[in-house]
C-alpha cells in the first residue's frame, strides 16, 4: 500500500476535565477539520478500502488531509464521535466542502456520477447555504433555525391548485388544510354539543339553533391568512428569502423555480432540504377529480356542503365526518376495510360507534366505483355507485357532496429527484433517509411527511427540521426521536395516544409480557348533561418483563389531547404502573383515571362504573 | 357549577364559529341547583350501597371519643351507642369557619356549605376571603351573570405560585368580577328591603366604606372537626394553632392505634384524592401486609377558577427559598389557545411556567399552568414529575398539535434570558 500525498492532521492533545466538556472539545476539533479542510479523511493506515479512497483523491490531484485514527491516542474516541455526526461507524469517513460524503463505496459512486467533481468546485459559490423546498411546519422550522445559526437560506414554496382549484398561502398543510382549520370545526361542532348541555346546566334559549357555515368558514379563513401573513413576517424578520415558485432539481445544487406566471429562475445552495409533504390521493375512477373534493377544499368551501359523503376511514375522514354530523349535516362513512389502520383497532372500533351512536352512518366494506353529477348547485347533486368488497351487491346513492379521503401522496415525483440521484421508494413516493435525515445524495436531506417510515405530525416536522438546521449549521449533535411520539385524533369523541397500540405490543412483546389495564369511565361534565356512561375508555398497556413499564397509552374522553402531552412526557422519563398508582390524581378531572387504573383485561373483570 | 359557567362562556363562543343563538343568553339558577343537587344525592346514594356491598356497617351518628377504645355516637333524636375497635381512622375533616367577632356574620352570611343547595340565586353576592374556594365561587358566580365581588385582606392564594395567583385575579377581574382589596369587613346587617349591609374598612385608604348585597359568601378558611371529639379522652394530640390532629408518616396520631387522615391532620395537603390515596394506603398497610406509604411529595392540585390553573410541585418562590435564586431557571410563556383565536377571546392570562434547577439537566421542580383545561393538561406532567423528568427530557417531548398543553414542551425562554416569552405562530 503506498501512501497518497497529503498532509497528515496533528491533534493537539486535550486536557482531562468533566466527560461532557472533553465530548464538546473533540467535537470541535473534529467539525474545525472538516471545515477547515477542502477533503478531509478519516481513515485507518492499515485499511485496503481507506487506501483505495485515497488513491482515488491521489488521482484526481486533489490535496486531502487525513487522519489515521488507529495512530492517535483517542482514536476510538474520534470514530464514537464521528458515527454520533455522521451516523457511519466505519471508516474511511470522507468529507468533502464539509458535506458528508460516505464511506468507500459512496464516494467512488459519487466519482462516477460526477458528484464529487462538483462537490470539489464547491467553494462559496453557491447562491445559499440552503434551499427548502416546501414552506410548511418543517420547512419553515427548518429555514428559520438555519438563518437564525447565521445562514443564508430559501424557501420555496408553491401550492398547486386542487382539482377543485382551491389553493392557500404560505405555512403548509397544517395551517392551511389541516391541523388547524379542522380543530376549528371540530371545536364548533363541540360547540353545538355544549350549547345543547347548557340547558341542563340552567341556561335558556331557543331550542332550535341553527348552524350557518358561512360564519364559521369566514372566521377560520380570516385567521389562517393572519398565521399566513405572521409566516411571511417571520420569515423576512430572519432574513430568510421566500420564493412563491415551484422548485425542481436541474442538476446537482441547483434548483429551478417556476412561478405562477410561468417565469424561470436558478439558485443554487450547498445543501437542499424536502420538504414538500402530501396531497390527497384521488381513487381514479368515473367522476372523482371533476366532481369530488378532498380536504384540500374543504375547510375553504364557500357553501355549507349538505348532506356528505365520506370516502376512506383514516383520521382525517372520521374528523371531517364527526365534525359534520356535529353541524348537523347529514353524513355517511363509505369504509373500504377498516377504521384508522395504524391505530390500536379497539380504540379505533370506540371511535366509530361513538360516531355511529351520534348520528354518523357508516357504510362498510364498500367502495366507490362511479360519482355521477345530477344537478350543478352550491352544493350540487352527485350520484354514487358503489360495490361491496365481498361480493356482488352494489348500492346507489344521492349526495350534495363527496369528499374524499383515502389516503395522501408525497410530493416527490415532480420535484427532478431523478435528475440528481435522490432515491425514492417507487411504490408510495416517500423519501428513505437515515437517522440524521441525509437520503442517499450526501447534501440533500428530508423532512415531515415525505419520510418513510416516519410519523407524519407537525411537530415532528417542526422538531426534525429545528434539530437538522441546528446539526447542519450549528453546534448541536442531537437527533430527531421518532419513538413515543403522542398523537391525538379530533373525533366527536377525542382519542388520544402515545406509544404502541395492543396489537403492535402484542407483535413484539408477546401476549404472555404484557398486561393490558383498562376502565371505562364517566366524566362528571357529562353526568348531569345526560350524556352517554360507559362510553369514554381508558387504557395502558405495561411491559410485565420490565417493571411494568409502560408501552401504550390510549384515552377515549373529551379533550383527550390536553390530557395526553402530560402523559407522553411522563413516557419519555420511563413511566411504569408503579409510578401511576402512586400518583395522585386532580380531583375532578379525566385525566386522574390513569392514576385509579385496577382492572386488567386478563382478569374479564367488568370495567361498567355504576357510580362515582 | 363551574362547568355552567363554562358553558356560558362557550354559548358566548358559539355565535363567533357559527352558531346562530339570540344572545344575551339568560341563566336560571333554580334549574342548575336542582341538576347539580341530584347528582350530589346519587353520589351519596352510591356511596351508601358500596358500603352495604362492602357489608361495612354506615351509622348516620355524630361521634366522639370516650376512652382510647371507645367511641359515642349521638344519633339526630338523641340516641346514644357506643362502639368499640382495635383501630380508630378519624377523618372527620373540615368546615368552613365564620368571622365569628364579626357582627351579624353568622347570622346573616352563608359558607361554601350553603351555596351549592341554595334553591334560589344568591343575586348580587359578596365573597370574602381570597383562598381558592372564595375564588372559584366567585369565578362561576361571575360566569353564570351574577354581580360578583371579592373582598380580599391580603394575598390571592396563599401558598400557591404567586405570579400565578395574580394572573388567576387579573382574569377575573377583566371578567367581571369586582375585587376590593386590602378590606376587612367589620359588620354585616340586614336592611328593611332585606338587602345585606356590609361595612368594612379599606386599609389602604383607611377609610371606612359600605355596600349592599343579596349573598355575603364567608370563604375566609376552613378549620377541622376536632372539637366536638373528645380528643383529649383519647389522648390523641393536636396542633395548638390550627388544631388538626398530629400525625405520623404513617398517618398514626399520639396514639399509635388511632390514625388520622386527610383535611384533619396537620400538614396534609387538603385535596379528595389525597385523602383517597392515604386512605387506602392504610388499609393496606393495617390489614393487607403492606409498608407502602403515602408520599405527599409532588402532589398536583387544580384551582377551577374561570381560567384553570393547574400546579404541581414547587412554586417559583418555594423554589428560589430552597435552592437560592442562582441555581434556579424558570422557562415561560404567554400563549393562546387555538379555540380563542376565532371567539375573539382574550388570552392574556394563559400562562405557563416549569420551574427547574439551573444545573443540566435541569430536574423539573414545579408546574405551572394557566388556561383552559388546566387539571387535564397537569395530570400527566405531574407523573412525568414523579418519574424525575428533566426540562430536556421534557423539551425531546414531540407535541401533539394543535392542543394548549402542546405549548409546555415548547417551554424555550428562561426568564432570566429576559426576552419576550409571547408565543407567535405554530
Sequence with gaps: MSSPPGRRARLPSHGSGRSSEAREALRRRLQGLIDGNRVMIFSKSYCPHSSRVKELFSSLGVECNILELDQVDDGTKVQEMLSEITNQKTVPNIFVNKVHVGGCDRTFQAHQSGLLQKLLQEDAAHDYDLIVIGGGSGGLACAKEAAILGKKVMVLDFVVPSPQGTSWGLGGTCVNVGCIPKKLMHQAALLGQALHDSRKFGWEYNKQVKHNWETMTEAIQNYIGSLNWGYKLSLREKAVAYVNSYGKFVEHHKIKATDKKGQESCYTAAKFVIATGERPRYLGIQGDKEYCITSDDLFSLPYCPGKTLVVGASYIALECAGFLAGLGLDVTVMVRSILLRGFDQEMAEKVGSYMEQHGVKFLRKFVPVMIQQLEKGLPGKLKVLAKSTEGPEAVEEVYNTVLLAVGRDSCTRKIGLENIGVKINEKNGKIPVNDTEQTNVPYVYAIGDVLEGKPELTPVAIQAGKLLARRLFGTSLEKCDYINVPTTVFTPLEYGCCGLSEEKAIEIYKKENLEVYHTLFWPLEWTIAGRDNNTCYAKIICNKSDHDRVIGFHILGPNAGEITQGFAAAMKCGLTKQLLNDTIGIHPTCGEVFTTLETTKSSGLDITQKGC | ?426
Design chain 2, 1 to 426: 357549577m363551574h362547568q355552567a359557567a363554562l358553558l356560558g362562556g362557550l354559548i358566548r363562543d358559539a355565535g363567533h364559529y357559527g352558531w346562530e343563538v339570540a344572545q344575551p343568553v339568560p341563566h336560571d339558577w333554580r334549574k342548575m341547583a336542582e341538576a347539580v343537587q341530584n347528582h350530589v344525592k346519587s353520589l351519596n346514594w352510591g356511596h351508601r350501597v358500596q358500603l352495604q356491598d362492602r357489608k361495612v356497617k354506615y351509622f348516620n351518628i355524630k361521634a366522639s371519643f370516650v376512652n382510647e377504645h371507645t367511641v359515642c355516637g349521638v344519633a339526630k333524636g338523641g340516641k346514644e351507642t357506643l362502639l368499640s375497635a382495635d383501630h380508630i381512622v378519624i377523618a372527620t375533616g373540615g368546615r368552613p369557619r365564620y368571622p365569628t367577632h364579626i357582627e351579624g356574620a353568622l347570622e346573616y352570611g352563608i359558607t361554601s356549605d350553603d351555596i351549592f343547595w341554595l334553591k334560589d340565586s344568591p343575586g348580587k353576592t359578596l365573597v370574602v376571603g381570597a383562598s381558592y374556594v372564595a375564588l372559584e365561587c366567585a369565578g362561576f358566580l361571575t360566569g353564570i351573570g351574577l354581580d360578583t365581588t371579592v373582598m380580599v385582606r391580603s394575598i390571592p392564594l396563599r401558598g400557591f405560585d404567586q405570579q400565578m395567583s395574580s394572573l388567576v385575579m387579573e382574569h377575573m377581574a377583566t371578567h367581571g368580577t369586582r375585587f376590593l382589596r386590602s378590606c376587612t369587613p367589620s359588620h354585616v346587617g340586614r336592611l328593611p328591603d332585606g338587602q345585606l349591609q356590609v361595612t368594612w374598612k379599606d386599609h389602604t385608604s383607611g377609610k371606612g366604606d359600605t355596600g349592599t348585597f343579596d349573598t355575603i359568601l364567608w370563604a375566609i378558611g376552613r378549620a377541622p372537626e376536632t372539637k366536638s371529639l373528645n380528643l383529649e379522652k383519647a389522648g390523641v394530640k393536636t396542633s395548638p394553632n390550627s388544631q388538626k390532629i398530629l400525625v405520623d408518616s404513617r398517618e398514626a396520631t399520639s396514639m399509635p392505634h388511632i390514625y388520622a387522615i386527610g383535611d384533619v391532620a396537620e400538614g396534609r395537603p387538603e385535596l379528595t384524592p389525597t385523602a383517597i390515596m392515604a386512605g387506602k394506603l392504610l388499609a393496606q398497610r393495617l390489614f393487607g401486609g403492606s409498608s407502602d406509604l403515602m408520599d405527599y411529595d409532588n402532589v398536583p392540585t387544580t384551582v377551577f377558577t374561570p381560567l384553570e390553573y393547574g400546579c404541581v410541585g414547587l412554586s417559583e418562590e418555594e423554589a428560589v427559598a430552597r435552592h437560592g435564586q442562582e441555581h434556579v431557571e424558570v422557562y415561560h410563556a404567554y400563549y393562546k389557545p387555538l379555540e380563542f383565536t376565532v371567539a375573539e377571546r382574550d388570552a392574556s392570562q394563559c400562562y405557563i411556567k416549569m420551574v427547574c434547577l439551573r444545573e443540566p439537566p435541569q430536574l423539573v421542580l414545579g408546574l405551572h399552568f394557566l388556561g383552559p383545561n388546566a387539571g387535564e393538561v397537569t395530570q400527566g406532567f405531574a407523573l412525568g414529575i414523579k418519574c424525575g423528568a428533566s426540562y430536556v427530557q421534557v423539551m425531546q417531548t414531540v407535541g401533539i398539535h394543535p392542543t394548549c398543553s402542546e405549548e409546555v414542551v415548547r417551554l424555550r425562554i428562561s426568564k432570566r434570558s429576559g426576552l419576550d416569552p409571547t408565543v407567535t405562530g405554530c
